[in-house]
């Protein structure tokens, strides 16, 4: 079929054509957004699930959800080697921007806050300070959220930030993208400044998304943590669900899939997001005419699996070392044919097949660790952050 048509979108936080399978996440979102609004309490979001789920698309649809409702709006993607600082205030700068001020006195003097609280990060070097900003052309507000205690400021930032919002009626929404990667003291002030933020009501919320294991990293940080955010599992989509994000997106290019195809490519791709986008482009290029059959797929399965050994296997296993690539194919083993199944492997599992021991691994499942390739949702497990992992590395031998 014509390949200028294929409406299938298997890209790195692409929204597909047809976002099926979260609008349960999408209603529960605009109920927030409209308490928040009438200052009702409300808790912050956190979204977690594996690598290949949606939860970047998720993201980006409820920002898109908050601009619609007209309230200001930033989004950051947090990285394992940088300081919260600068990503969140060029995220909030934006959302000031967003929101808009009928006073621009009040405006200015947050933004004034805001530069001072990212200038911080360059501590006492005076030249290195006005050398950086974030594009904020007010001067800085000396005396807030300045005192170099990352805590202590972003408290002071977002309860600002937050009052300036409460003055025009609607909020504030900030998201953060891989937010597992966040340091150890960003977490604390985040989680700090979202239950400053709880306790006084003022309308301005995170909304987060990671890996499976950020519910643990939060609760390291803050005990409270468990109760200040509202945790939703982003899993694979149902069968139903399956076929919607197929067959909708075809249907507007009027073509169909015959039930044996919808049933193969379910089979193929299990139900996650990001392989239904690579199997359904596939088997659309491959295709003669409409509808799809199962022959289609079976022709175009090939096709996919090269997609998504380069795409989305493969360059993740391009960032291990030897000696990790060597822990992440005992991972494999150890769990089998299964492994997608079963979730996780004991590391002492691991170990053995190794025949090495546990602690003379610890390096190497570290930094697989850092690298997010591997998550541990429990002490003494492992599993991998992407879906299908095993069985790749398996066939890679």
Not at 124 to 139: F, N, Q
């Amino acid at each position: 079929m014509d390949p200028i048509r294929n409406p299938y979108a298997p890209g790195a936080g692409q929204r597909p054509p047809e976002l099926a399978g979260r609008d349960e996440q999408l209603r529960a979102f605009d109920v927030v957004l409209e308490r928040v609004s009438r200052g009702r309490p409300e808790r912050s979001l956190v979204l977690t699930g594996l690598r290949g789920v949606g939860k970047t698309v998720l993201l980006n649809a409820l920002r898109s959800a908050a601009v619609r409702r007209g309230w200001g709006t930033g989004k950051l993607e947090a990285r394992p080697d940088q300081s919260l600082r600068r990503p969140l205030s060029s995220a909030l700068h934006q959302a000031v921007r967003e929101l808009g001020h009928p006073d621009p006195e009040s405006a200015d003097h947050v933004l004034g806050v805001l530069r001072s609280f990212a200038q911080r990060e360059a501590g006492p070097d005076a030249k290195l300070r006005d050398r950086w900003s974030p594009g904020i052309d007010v001067p800085a507000v000396r005396g807030r959220a300045d005192s170099g205690d990352i805590e202590i400021d972003l408290v002071e930032l977002l309860t600002d930030v937050g009052g300036l919002a409460a003055d025009t009626g609607r909020g504030m929404a900030v998201f953060i993208d891989e937010m597992q990667d966040l340091g150890a003291d960003d977490v604390s002030a985040l989680c700090a400044a979202c239950h400053e933020l709880s306790q006084n009501g003022l309308p301005v919320i995170v909304v987060g998304a990671g890996l499976p294991h950020l519910p643990a990293v939060l609760s390291a940080s803050k005990s409270y943590s468990e109760r200040l955010f509202s945790y939703q599992r982003i899993d694979r989509l149902s069968r139903e669900e399956s076929d919607r994000a197929l067959s909708s997106p075809a249907a507007q290019e009027d073509a169909a899939y015959d039930e044996a195809a919808l049933t193969a490519l379910y089979d193929a791709t299990s139900g996650y997001p990001y392989f239904i986008q690579a199997y359904g482009k596939a088997a659309w290029d491959v295709a003669p005419r409409s509808p799809i059959t199962a022959a289609d797929v079976a022709v175009a399965g090939p096709e996919a699996e090269r997609e998504l050994a380069v795409g989305f296997f493969g360059s993740r296993y391009e960032r291990a070392t030897p000696g990790e690539r060597e822990y992440l194919r005992a991972m494999a083993d150890t769990a089998g044919p299964d492994a997608d199944a079963v979730g996780s492997v004991g590391t002492a599992e691991v170990a053995a097949l190794l025949g090495k021991k546990p602690q003379s691994l610890s390096p190497a499942r570290d930094s697989l660790l850092k690298k997010g390739l591997i998550y541990s949702g429990e002490r003494g497990r492992i599993a991998f952050t992407v879906p299908h992992f095993g069985r790749y590395l398996r066939e890679q031998g």
